[in-house]
């Protein structure tokens, strides 16, 4: 990476205990390359794991009270993996992450989604969180495989590829990708359009005195917003997911 290029930021989603620290390590060591520095984003809120020693340039980042991301970019890092706080909602933080990005002056690199396969398959409430974290994401990486049926596998991924989903799905063995540079390629490949300058646009129509005709009609060219973004007026997420910190103490 050139000194003039931005700081390359890989958020990792996943819940608690899926595997990401160690994955994250297996693809600082086989994905980058020499000149590369790597660094990680850990959420204060995670507690300690074996592999943090592993890990090169670890520091915390934590939310302020107004609920943005408060997090300095290592200094003269290339890459940054942003590890996300497993048992807060996602979504939340895939909302704070963008200004957070303008902030800092980095540039998103992949969204990566480490799904633990074993929790999954035994939690069927969970469905509708991953699929969150799959429309934001760009890569998903199938963890913790062992004793899951091949049909839940096959299933889980199907859900997805029948919709037309263009992430990337992975399987993980033994903390490691087959393909880390195709992992860590920064090419967008998620369905979300949030992280795009050029989202789509849509037509509003006005609502006005029903006796108007259609072409007195004011139109308004507004944003699509994200649906997992949408807030209803009382401030509630329009699309709402399940609490994965409740899920995840009662398994």
Same mark, same amino acid.
């Given at each position: 990476?050139?000194?003039?290029?931005?700081?390359?930021?890989?958020?990792?989603?996943?819940?608690? $205990? *899926?595997?990401?620290?160690?994955?994250?390590?297996?693809?600082?060591? *086989?994905g980058l390359s020499e000149g590369d520095r790597a660094a990680v984003l850990l959420s204060d809120a995670e507690p300690a794991d074996e592999n943090d020693a592993k890990l090169?340039? %670890?520091?915390?980042?934590?939310? !302020?009270?107004? $609920?943005?991301? /408060? $997090?300095?970019?290592? =200094?003269?890092? !290339?890459q940054v993996f942003f590890i996300s706080e497993a048992l807060r909602n996602p979504v939340d933080q895939i909302e704070a992450l963008k200004p957070w990005l303008e902030a800092t002056g980095a540039e998103l690199g992949r969204i990566i989604c480490v799904v633990d396969c074993k929790l999954a398959e035994a939690n069927p409430a969970l469905l509708p969180w991953f699929d969150a974290c799959v429309h934001f994401s760009d890569v998903v990486l199938l963890n913790r495989r062992e004793s899951v049926g091949n049909k839940w596998l096959s299933d889980f991924q199907r859900r997805y590829?029948? /919709?037309?989903?263009?992430?990337?799905?992975?399987? %993980?063995?033994?903390?490691? %990708? =087959?393909?880390?540079?195709?992992?860590?390629?920064?090419?967008?490949?998620?369905? *979300? /359009?949030?992280?795009?300058?050029? /989202?789509?646009?849509?037509?509003?129509?006005?609502?006005?005195?029903?006796?108007? *005709?259609?072409?007195e009609e004011e139109v308004e060219l507004k944003k699509a917003e994200d649906p997992y973004l949408e807030r209803r007026a009382g401030g509630r997420r329009v =699309?709402?997911?399940?609490d994965i910190a409740k899920i995840q103490s009662e398994s």
């Open positions: 990476m050139a000194e003039t290029e931005k700081p390359l930021v890989y958020f990792v989603l996943g819940t608690a $205990g *899926s595997g990401r620290r160690a994955i994250v390590r297996e693809l600082i060591a *086989s090169p340039n %670890v520091t915390r980042w934590s939310w !302020t009270e107004h $609920g943005t991301i /408060q $997090g300095i970019l290592p =200094k003269e890092a !290339t590829t029948e /919709q037309f989903y263009p992430c990337l799905f992975e399987m %993980v063995k033994k903390d490691r %990708v =087959k393909n880390p540079l195709v992992v860590l390629d920064p090419v967008a490949r998620r369905i *979300s /359009q949030y992280f795009e300058e050029d /989202q789509e646009w849509v037509f509003e129509a006005d609502d006005k005195d029903e006796e108007e *005709s259609d072409d =699309k709402e997911i399940p």
